[in-house]
Nanobody
Framework: QVQLVESGGGLVQAVGSLRLSCVASGRTFSSYAMGWFRQAPGKEREFVAAINWNGGSTYYADSVKGRFTISRDNTKNTVYLQMNSLKPEDTAVYYC??????????????????WGQGTQVTVSS
């Protein structure tokens, strides 16, 4: 059983920054790609960013490209999401998730098998 635990969310003013962390249990973390998703009230869960197993490839949603950076530290079983220049529309619950694939469908919720419980990010204007 894999457990993913996010942290780092909170309340921040617009143009501020936050760094989210997601720690995974188990010994196979470095074998999987990881992704970040978010879900705002009344909206569907949407893709934010993904990183391949060794950190050599990343992919971002257009809405966060240039502002957010995903990274990972396989020695710590941790994936990060550095969020800069935050906007009120970034307000959502942010989830990390694990996937065994890497390709054009990396944005699909259905491609991920384990999810964290989420961490709330609120950006005030």
């Amino acid at each position: 059983q894999v457990q993913l635990v996010e942290s780092g969310g909170g309340l921040v003013q617009a143009v501020g920054s936050l760094r989210l962390s997601c720690v995974a249990s188990g010994r196979t973390f470095s074998s999987y790609a990881m992704g970040w998703f978010r879900q705002a009230p009344g909206k569907e869960r949407e893709f934010v960013a993904a990183i391949n197993w060794n950190g050599g490839s990343t992919y971002y949603a257009d809405s966060v490209k240039g502002r957010f950076t995903i990274s990972r530290d396989n020695t710590k079983n941790t994936v990060y999401l550095q969020m800069n220049s935050l906007k009120p529309e970034d307000t959502a619950v942010y989830y990390c998730a694990r996937t065994s694939m890497w390709g054009p469908n990396i944005v699909a919720v259905s491609e991920y098998d384990y999810w964290g419980q989420g961490t709330q990010v609120t950006v005030s204007s």
